[in-house]
């Protein structure tokens, strides 16, 4: 069998200006899902060259719960000015995720954003990535990202436990419950595209890759029950779209859910219940299996009438 070669490209050669081309290329919506692929974080309403004082970060985004994503690009290996300028940015514009895309990350770097993980609290997210471009024969190019340093939240969680933001233990478990959630979610779903990482809390969110509403799952130990729910956070108008198709919703679905207006609150929830007790492990391959299967069920299903 005849095969072809793999040629790693230079960047320059498809990219000329960072700012005018692969700013512009990474900003377009097919692009940013390739890059919301690799980290796991939803990446929504992205804006270019965005002013920060004196300084313009290169893209502004938002992750599916309307949080501030800032995207620092550089066509040649880290430096200590980016490096600056990404906690300018993370700072001024009170972003919880910070990403900074390199052609090649130093070691220097790469432990700075490694010990800003560690030492800050969890609502600062910093991944450092290098990106690839790659050829077959005479194939068009086509781009690769990898990651080199990302968020550590388990070792975050302690860390804070460990300097007096008790983090108790029911929360350390439901952590560990979610990162098995997402590892599963990763090999089986056909259609969640992205699987963000878990944190200390009840419930682990999902993007339907709109901002209009995310899903969620959610783990109740005094209940003994797990639940899937599509979160609509501000808009009653996208509830009754969706009420109006109930029928054929919940025929597509297979299962039959609770429709929660919430008329007294900005947010609207849509859910299904199942019995199961996240801290009997015995449960646990049952409870995840249920999870992913319905979330994407739930991800197929209802983005169609949005």
Do not use: C
């Amino acid at each position: 069998m005849e095969l072809s070669k793999l040629t790693k490209l230079p960047l320059r050669s498809i990219w000329k200006h960072e700012a005018l081309d692969f700013t512009n290329w990474l900003a377009k919506e097919e692009n940013l899902e390739l890059l919301s692929d690799t980290i796991g974080v939803g990446l929504l309403n992205a804006q270019t060259e965005v002013g920060v004082g004196q300084f313009h970060v290169d893209i502004l985004a938002e992750d599916d719960n309307g949080h501030k994503v800032v995207i620092e690009n550089q066509i040649e290996p880290t430096n200590h000015d980016h490096l600056g300028k990404l906690i300018t940015y993370a700072s001024g514009l009170n972003a919880e995720v910070v990403v900074w895309i390199v052609s090649r990350a130093r070691e220097e770097h790469e432990q700075a954003i490694n010990w800003l993980n560690e030492n800050t609290t969890e609502s600062a997210n910093f991944f450092l990535i290098e990106i690839e471009a790659w050829k077959i024969g005479d194939s068009l190019p086509a781009p690769r990202f990898n990651i080199i340093a990302k968020p550590n939240d388990w070792a975050k969680t302690v860390k804070q436990s460990g300097s007096g933001n008790t983090v108790s233990d029911l929360k350390l478990k439901q952590q560990s419950f979610f990162e098995q959630v997402r590892e599963y979610g990763e090999e089986n779903a056909k259609y969640i595209r992205s699987w963000r990482k878990a944190s200390p809390q009840h419930w682990y969110d999902i993007s339907v890759r709109s901002s209009l509403a995310h899903l969620s799952l959610t783990v109740n130990s005094r209940e003994q029950q797990v639940a899937v729910e599509l979160y609509i956070s501000d808009n009653k108008e996208l509830f009754t779209k969706l009420y109006a198709s109930k029928q054929a919703i919940e025929e597509k679905l297979g299962l039959q859910l609770q429709w929660q207006e919430l008329p007294n609150k900005k947010a609207s929830r849509i859910i299904v219940i199942h019995g199961g007790n996240f801290l009997d492990e015995t449960q646990n391959p049952t409870i995840i299996q249920w999870l992913v299967e319905t979330a994407d069920i739930f991800s197929k299903v209802f983005p169609k009438y949005f």
